[in-house]
């Protein structure tokens, strides 16, 4: 959160569960309490925070992302 020119951090909530031990329990309090705390880090660096810690909307995910390189190339392998 330190970091000059840091516009956006990113807390996903799938990941970080994943790192917590509990996958996909995102509604899990450890989850919800560390989400809590990343938003504290960033109040307290001076970077802007919306309810939860939301600032901007993603347009896609990193699944979706994958899943369209993966229909291209199949789809170019494809007679």
Do not use: C, W
């Not at 000059?4 to 917590?20: H, K, N, T």
């Not at 899990?28 to 939301?54: C, H, P, Y």
Request: proline residues 4%; charged residues 20%.
């Amino acid at each position: 959160m330190q970091v000059e020119g840091l516009d956006i951090a990113f807390i996903g909530p799938y990941d970080l569960s994943q790192a917590l031990g509990i996958p996909a329990q995102v509604k899990n309090t450890r989850v919800r309490e560390a989400m809590a705390g990343a938003v504290q880090l960033a109040r307290k660096a001076g970077k802007s925070v919306v309810a939860l810690g939301i600032s901007y909307l993603a347009v896609s995910i990193d699944a979706h992302i994958f899943l369209s390189g993966a229909r291209s190339i199949l789809s170019k392998l494809r007679p």
